[in-house]
């Protein structure tokens, strides 16, 4: 088994290496995370993973029916706060974070709650399991939104929310 370490809140990409011709299967544990149909041999580089909540990540995947090796991926916390069940952070358009700034998530089912961000733009609420929309409001500034799943005995990452002046063109940062 390979092992990576990565912080959390943090994108990361994989490599995989295929021998042979077929469909692609990557898994993390048992829960199948992409299906790619018809490979043929070389490497392939996964874009999108995220360090979403603190613990460990196990890939494999299974390839012209082939089954690789483990690749463990540890996620610390970082300098996310950890003492509730669902963090993030707010950046400015250059990928600093924004103190102040008011973050609210909600969900279909009618929960809102609402927090500020601390220094570093860093922010940290008590859900429950569910799926969250995370917003931020700061005058002068649109912000990007977020979706994330929370879930209960984890520390959960939301993706960055990124605010740019009003008026400015959107910014790429970590989308």
């Not at 610390?76 to 952070?89: I, K, N, V």
């Not at 950046?91 to 609210?104: A, E, I």
């Amino acid at each position: 088994m390979s092992r990576a370490k990565v912080h959390l809140g943090m994108p990361y990409v994989l490599w995989a290496r295929v021998i042979g011709k077929g469909s692609f299967l990557l898994y993390d544990y048992n829960r199948q995370v992409l299906n790619q149909g018809y490979v043929t041999s070389g490497w392939y580089k996964i874009n999108g993973a995220y360090a979403d909540y603190v613990g460990e990540h196990v890939y494999s995947f299974i390839s012209a029916g082939m089954n690789s090796n483990n690749l463990s991926i540890v996620v610390d916390s970082g300098s996310y706060p950890t003492s509730f069940s669902l963090t993030g952070q707010v950046l400015d358009r250059n990928g600093q974070g924004m103190p102040g700034v008011k973050v609210t998530v909600s969900n279909n089912d009618g929960g809102r709650f609402s927090t500020a961000t601390g220094s570093g733009g860093y922010y940290a609420i008590d859900v429950a399991t569910g799926v969250y929309h995370v917003n931020a409001e700061a005058p002068g500034y649109v912000f990007t939104q977020s979706l994330v799943q929370a879930t209960n005995g984890v520390v959960t990452a939301a993706r960055p929310v990124v605010g740019t002046p009003a008026g400015s063109a959107p910014s790429s940062v970590w989308q």
